[in-house]
């Protein structure tokens, strides 16, 4: 299982710790996907509704004790809306499926933003897709019509970069990237020395007799993240510095099967990268996005907010929805992206949100109950 980084930011962002390979003496419910630690039971989803109820802050508690076998209850669809609204005083929301699909805005996002604002939310913007900088996500918001500062965008490849930032990273050292420009930009702009990228999406390698391919033995990190230009080059380089360079990490920006190149179908995601470096090197990656906590704390400490008053807002129940529940936040799932009601209401499915609803929009509901 892929390593979530558990980083409490909030006392101490230059040492983040890590979740232990090893089991611990009391088992920790764990994710099927990603390793990270559930927080759902039936008594959450209780106390939420009734904290939801009463107009009171949404308060997280974290379960140690083993989650059973058997699925939980399903998650209830949202209704009332104004309540929830009301409960908490920031959203996060995930970007693709939920803000838009492909290069489409959703319908009735542009609205919703303006109503939760105009309410006094603060909305915070987490997208495991690390193709782009934050300033480049920033871009593609005005281009969609939407008005949202670079501050309030956090994207994977900002993750990556500033996880080694709040490292230390050595300056002696240098990040072979897997991906494109958005890990590139990030990395530049946090001081960190780097080779690979969209350079190497077209070097070809030498198969002949008693050829041997060379690496830099002085990179100290291989950071993975979507990469449309992938090639066996990129894939045998990166081997080379896990393998042979002592100490080199393995860190990705997520584990993600599945995104939104178009509006018409899934595509393989980022995961299908990580998944061949871990299959040539047998090492688990450092996972530095959705759902390891390192973005929630690293938001909770630049604006100095506290955890259990934000709901994440997202369509995968296994980044997103998981993202919140180990950030001890409220939650709610959309079904405009990845994840269908069959789906949710699955016996299979261990991982449920304290609420559920077709899209974004559906809170407009609110304004409704206040006019």
């Not at 089991?23 to 419910?29: C, E, G, R």
């Not at 209850?73 to 908490?88: E, N, Q, R, W, Y």
């Not at 319908?107 to 690390?130: A, C, I, Q, Y």
């Not at 129940?317 to 990845?338: K, R």
Request: aromatic share 8%; glycine share 8%; net charge neutral.
């Amino acid at each position: 299982m892929a390593i979530c980084v558990q980083a409490p930011l909030r006392t101490a962002l230059s040492a983040p710790t890590l979740l232990a390979r090893s089991s611990p003496a009391v088992a920790q419910p764990r994710s099927a996907v990603f390793g990270c630690p559930l927080v759902r039971t039936h008594f959450l989803k209780q106390e939420l509704a009734s904290r939801v109820g009463s107009g009171s802050s949404l308060h997280r508690m974290h379960c140690s004790a083993q989650l059973g076998t058997e699925a939980p209850a399903s998650a209830p669809f949202l209704t009332d809306h104004a309540k929830l609204i009301d409960s908490v005083e920031t959203f996060i929301f995930d970007c693709d499926g939920v803000i838009w699909k492909g290069d489409s805005l959703i319908d009735g996002v542009p609205e919703t933003l303006d109503l939760l604002r105009s309410m006094g939310k603060r909305l915070v913007f987490v997208t495991n897709n690390s193709t782009k900088s934050r300033k480049q996500y920033g871009k593609k918001f005005e281009s969609l019509g939407l008005s949202v500062s670079e501050e309030e965008i956090f994207a994977s490849s900002f993750a990556a970069a500033a996880y080694l930032k709040s490292i230390k990273f050595p300056t002696d050292k240098k990040v072979y990237i897997i991906g494109e420009a958005g890990i590139q930009l990030e990395l530049k702009q946090a001081g960190v020395n780097y080779i690979g990228g969209p350079e190497d999406g077209d070097k070809k390698i030498d198969l002949a007799p008693g050829q041997l391919m060379e690496h830099d033995h002085d990179v100290g990190a291989v950071v993975v993240g979507f990469d449309r230009y992938l090639n066996y080059y990129k894939l045998q380089y990166a081997t080379l510095c896990i393998r042979e360079n002592p100490g080199c990490m393995f860190i990705a920006t997520n584990c993600d099967a599945v995104t939104h190149l178009t509006d018409a179908q899934e595509w393989a995601g980022g995961g299908s990268m990580v998944g061949a470096i871990k299959g040539s090197t047998k090492k688990e990656p450092l996972v530095v996005g959705k759902p390891s906590t390192f973005m929630m704390d690293y938001l909770a400490s630049e604006f100095n907010i506290k955890t259990s008053q934000i709901c994440m807002v997202g369509d995968r129940l296994d980044t997103d929805i998981l993202f919140g529940q180990n950030g001890g936040c409220a939650t709610l799932l959309v079904l405009s992206g990845v994840t269908t009601l069959e789906t949710l209401q699955s016996p299979e499915n261990k991982i449920q949100p304290d609420f559920y609803t077709n899209k974004i929009s559906d809170l407009l509901a609110a304004k409704k109950v206040a006019a």
